[in-house]
């Protein structure tokens, strides 16, 4: 079952959301949130349940952004997918700046904080083992967190097709790597259709054990355009 657990990013997005409603700038492709479904799958078989391994996890993701001075913009991404009792939460959040060439082509920089919080719902453990343990309540896991950097760029293949490559690195213990390729294919002025891939590689180092985890991640969703 899904966890929605996005209570404390809302304040950011409305933020993003009630800002962006005010903002004068000519360069719309940094002002919109989305939102939609998003599939994760791993280069191997992770335990998601008490004798239960899966490759792949779903759930959502959402992301916004406010040019909010200038060719300055703040922006935040939050995705959290589950299977059985495990669900993996990530969210990036910081601050960029993009340089327009011309209507159809614009880079990108971006610095924030990444936080990556891993967590196994106890309960549904203690159910499926048939243990009557109330002191068992819960979730137990692990949250990190990192300095963050991105360059990409933006840019409009047709009037109608925006395309925008990206390469991210965020600075835990062991690097975490991403490659994303954002899709936009916008119905009207202000809404589009989003189809998003990316490529996630992390190592960490859990209970003594190296782990070298490789993620893509396939994300359909919708966006508005302010």
Not at 112 to 126: L, S
């Given at each position: 079952?899904?966890?929605?657990?996005?209570?404390?990013?809302?304040?950011?997005?409305?933020?993003?959301?009630?800002?962006?409603?005010?903002?004068?700038?000519?360069?719309?492709?940094?002002?919109?949130?989305?939102?939609?479904?998003?599939?994760?799958?791993?280069?191997?078989?992770?335990?998601?349940?008490?004798?239960?391994?899966?490759?792949?996890?779903?759930?959502?993701?959402?992301?916004?952004?406010?040019?909010?001075?200038?060719?300055?913009?703040?922006?935040?991404?939050?995705?959290?997918?589950?299977?059985?009792?495990?669900?993996?939460?990530?969210?990036?959040?910081?601050?960029?700046?993009?340089?327009?060439?011309?209507?159809?082509?614009?880079?990108?920089?971006?610095?924030?904080?990444?936080?990556?919080?891993?967590?196994?719902?106890?309960?549904?453990?203690?159910?499926?083992?048939?243990?009557?343990?109330?002191?068992?309540?819960?979730?137990?896991?692990?949250?990190?967190?990192?300095l963050t950097v991105e360059l990409g760029a933006k840019f409009n293949v047709l009037d109608a097709w925006q395309i925008e490559p990206a390469i991210r690195m965020a600075d835990y213990d062991e690097k975490m790597y991403e490659l994303r390729l954002a899709n936009t294919i916008r119905i009207t002025k202000n809404i589009g259709l989003e189809a998003n891939f990316a490529?996630?590689?992390?190592?960490?180092?859990?209970?003594?054990?190296?782990?070298?985890?490789?993620?893509?991640?396939?994300?359909?969703?919708?966006?508005?355009?302010?």
């Open positions: 079952m899904l966890v929605l657990n996005v209570k404390k990013y809302t304040p950011l997005l409305a933020v993003i959301l009630t800002a962006a409603s005010f903002n004068t700038s000519a360069n719309s492709d940094y002002d919109f949130i989305s939102g939609g479904f998003q599939l994760s799958s791993f280069d191997e078989y992770i335990p998601t349940a008490l004798g239960k391994s899966y490759d792949y996890t779903t759930g959502y993701y959402l992301r916004g952004s406010w040019n909010f001075y200038n060719n300055f913009f703040a922006e935040v991404r939050h995705d959290s997918t589950s299977k059985d009792s495990l669900s993996i939460t990530q969210t990036t959040a910081g601050l960029g700046y993009f340089h327009p060439f011309n209507d159809n082509f614009s880079l990108y920089g971006l610095v924030g904080v990444d936080e990556i919080d891993v967590q196994f719902d106890v309960n549904k453990f203690v159910h499926q083992a048939d243990i009557s343990i109330s002191s068992m309540n819960g979730y137990v896991g692990a949250k990190d967190n990192a490529h996630r590689a992390l190592g960490a180092n859990t209970f003594g054990q190296e782990l070298n985890i490789r993620e893509m991640n396939y994300q359909v969703g919708m966006r508005y355009t302010f």
